[in-house]
């Protein structure tokens, strides 16, 4: 974040502002209470950003991966194989 130009406060508030369900209420024994999620380092909260990718440049041609006999299976075996690549 200090590198690229981009303000790490400016940077936290837009994950802020696209954190899906970011607001929401869920009922309780005590009535309605806003949710608070506290477990983002195993899984996250979904990112509005993030799900417009995935929903624009991958659903499209998101298929199995134990298949190459079509192009969505070869697509996708594509996109695992880079995301194992970035991760490692």
């Known amino acids: 974040l200090s590198g690229g130009g981009l303000d790490p406060a400016k940077a936290v508030e837009r994950v802020r502002r696209g954190e899906v ?4 209420e869920a009922p ?3 009535g309605p209470r806003r949710l608070v ?3 983002w380092a195993a899984s996250g909260r979904a ?13 499209p041609l998101y298929a199995n991966t134990h298949t190459s006999s079509s192009l ?3 697509q996708t075996t ?7 690549q970035i991760v490692a």
């Not at 369900?21 to 929401?24: A, H, I, V």
Request: glycine letters at 12%; aromatic letters at 10%.
């Open 78 to 84: 594509c996109f695992r194989d880079e995301a194992r």
């Open 47 to 59: 990112l509005a950003p993030v799900e417009a990718a995935m929903r624009h440049l991958v659903a």
């Open 72 to 74: 969505t299976g070869i």
């Open 37 to 39: 999620y506290c477990d």
């Open 28 to 30: 309780g024994p005590f």
């Open 21 to 24: 369900g970011r607001g929401l």
